[in-house]
């Protein structure tokens, strides 16, 4: 049976939200009564579910240890067998080339080593099921506004996300979205007052530290009006500000950067924990970032994951950063990257005329 196969099978069963716990039970071996009861079903069908899952990360296991043994360094991105198959799986679902390259990255950094362990391989698995299983809580246009809050320790780049996800939601179809995002950034300084707004596709008006990371292509331009979404960038040290926040913001995020370690990311989590928030996001992933490190802080939390937001897109301001299955997003993920594609062979053509 393919990859493919295995997968559609695990997918054919509603696990959603609990992957995590699921996906922690494969990696302890535990599928007791207590779990069966969490995830609401009955024993025998969640021990096919393990079954499959486990067969199915032995089954690249045993690939990969094998290719492992032939080499004596990292192997290149293979162009065939199993981890294709995983990538395009995960492309199918949505996800970008760029956070499934990250992910497979996880897999292969493991085959510089004399022996392939399981349960790395298996964390690597598991941040995949569960960013496939979102948990995502309906931000609709069209809906009562909304407001949406990014918490984080300074330099993160929650700011920066901030811009993103408001210019993100700016893109579309006039007719569909007749209202501009209003984006408030409460600065460490305790400054209230509106900072930046974005409307018709254009920043307004914004400080000078964020304007030097703000995209300087806007996206596609509207004809008017505002999109009934309000996104807040409040710094996690104002904890009475945080506390207040409970109660009167729909969506509280809290923003970790990729790069630091598991210990460091909880700490900034627990920095955040007045404002009760309600899932992550994880900033700058790179070629340093621990898989294994992302995946046990969200198992730790038992938090929801939001979205991915690479080191480049943070650096470079690139006008998009990934959502996955977000309802009511006026750009789909590969309009925006087939767009800034686009752009780029456009770029690379005029240095060759050049």
Sequence with gaps: MSLSDDLAILESEEVGPTRVELVSDVVSDASDS????????????????????????????????????????????????????????????????????KIIRGIEDKLGVRELRKKDLVDAWALYLIARDIDVRALSFGCAPRQVAVLGSAGVGCTTAVVQLARHFNWGDSSKHKEAVSMVSIQPRGVGEAEAFVRYGSLLQIDAEVQERV????????????????????????????????????ERIVLLRA???????????????????????????????????????????????RFFSSARDIVEGNPYILFDRLQGFSCTLQQAEARIAQQNKAAQGELGDR
Aim: net charge negative; hydrophobic share 35%.
């Design 34 to 101: 207590e779990t069966c009861a969490r995830l609401d079903k009955p024993e025998h069908t969640l021990r096919d579910e393990l079954r499959e899952l486990k067969g199915l990360v032995v089954e690249l296991s045993k690939q990969l240890e094998a290719q492992a043994k032939t080499t004596q360094t990292a192997i290149a991105m293979p162009t065939t067998g199993p981890i294709r198959s995983l990538r395009r799986t995960m492309m199918s679902q949505g996800f970008s080339a760029n956070v499934c390259d």
């Design 215 to 250: 995209p300087q292509n806007p996206p596609l331009s509207m004809q008017g009006g505002t999109v009934p979404l309000r996104i807040l960038d409040i710094p996690s040290d104002l904890s009475e500000l945080c506390a207040s926040l409970v109660g009167s913001v729909d």
């Design 259 to 305: 790069t630091d370690k598991s210990e460091d990311m909880l700490k900034q989590l627990e920095a955040c924990h007045d404002a009760q928030p309600q899932s992550l996001a994880f900033s700058h992933l790179d070629d340093t970032t621990s898989v294994g490190n992302i995946f046990s802080v969200l198992i730790e939390s038992g938090l929801p994951l």
